[in-house]
């Protein structure tokens, strides 16, 4: 089987390397020219020995997902959708903006956590993504923006955002996180890569320990009744446990003898932003009333955080509709009234479905099939 070398990260990457018996820095080189230069032939690597080139094309090689269908919307949001196989499909979406890019990850083909309000979770779960397939979508972006062998590439910040609840793939998130981060690939900052999660509470401390990143939670309900129903994950982990892991994710993380000397660099360095990101989608007459933005203010009193209000966007048989402007003012001002940085997301990419809670991509949904399939 042919190794695909965008799952490595520098550490996995040097290792394969030295097996097949080449100098470490090689590595360092290779990453360069798969993630800075866009190369997927090595042919064009022309700083590495022919020799070495032919021995690694024996066993691997640069395999970015298939692309299918690139769209531009009006407003400069770009959308890219891309093959995960077995007529699966996840989205890549583009922010453009006047100070930053912001490219849209998936880190699922689909997702298990079934929130009621979000058309990827009506789909339910397909299969994790894997780290190659992860950072493919970076690979794909940067190079469809033409931003490879520059140093100031469109993409300047990586959210977690589209397809999926990344925290229930680490062992594939961390890796890709880690190239995310390399100066020998895209040298994002810590502060500019963000996973959000809809509150796995072990995996928020194991990603503190092994990579901490600046951290989103979907939070979307002021109290657990509420929440239990628009984010089941709620009934297993609920907000009382929610906030004590948010507030040791902004503590400052400790080395553990055990963890490999990549783990170790990324955990001296702690959070890399002193507040938590919740988001809130505003659902009109569910959770948009200024007692909910009240019970929110109490709910996260000991967690340095921020607000993101997300309009809902509808899609077919949601049963949920868009707050009316005024609730969404009067929610975001009680917010600001009690002293908290509450900011309304603006829509983007309308035209062309890539708004928050529309990167629905195509999945063949797994999870309820084979549950079905076993108890019949
Ligand atoms: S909001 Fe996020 S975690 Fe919830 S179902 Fe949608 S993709 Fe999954």
Sequence with gaps: MTLNL??????????????????PFRARQLLKWIHQYGADDFASMTDLAKAFRERLAGVAGVL???????????????????????????????????????????????????CTFCSTGRQGLNRNLTAGEILGQLWWANKALGAVHKRDRAVSNVVFMGMGEPLLNLDNVIPALHVMLDDHAYGLSRRRVTVSTSGIVPNMDRLREECPVALAVSLHAPNDGLRDELVPVNRKYPLRELMAACRRYLEAAESTDSASPAARKWQRAGAPRDFITFEYV??????DHPRHARELVAVTEDVPCKFNLIPFNPFPHSGYTR?????????????????????????????????????????????????AETTR
């Design 64 to 114: 970015p997902p298939e692309l299918l269908r690139h769209s531009v919307a009006s407003d400069g949001t770009q959308k890219w959708l891309l093959s995960a196989g077995g007529g699966n499909a996840v989205e890549v979406v583009f922010i453009p903006e006047q100070e930053r890019g912001t490219l849209c990850v998936s880190s699922q083909v689909g997702c298990a956590m079934a």
């Design 282 to 287: 505003l659902l009109d007459g569910v959770n």
């Design 323 to 371: 707050s009316a402007p005024d609730a969404v003012r009067r929610f975001r001002d009680i917010l600001g009234q009690a002293g908290r940085i509450a900011t309304v997301r603006r829509t983007r990419g309308d035209d062309i479905d890539a708004a928050c809670g529309q990167l629905a991509g195509r999945v063949r949904e797994r999870t309820r099939r084979l549950a």
């Design 6 to 23: 965008l799952d490595y990260d520098l550490e996995r990457l040097t290792g394969l390397i030295t097996d097949l018996g080449e100098k």
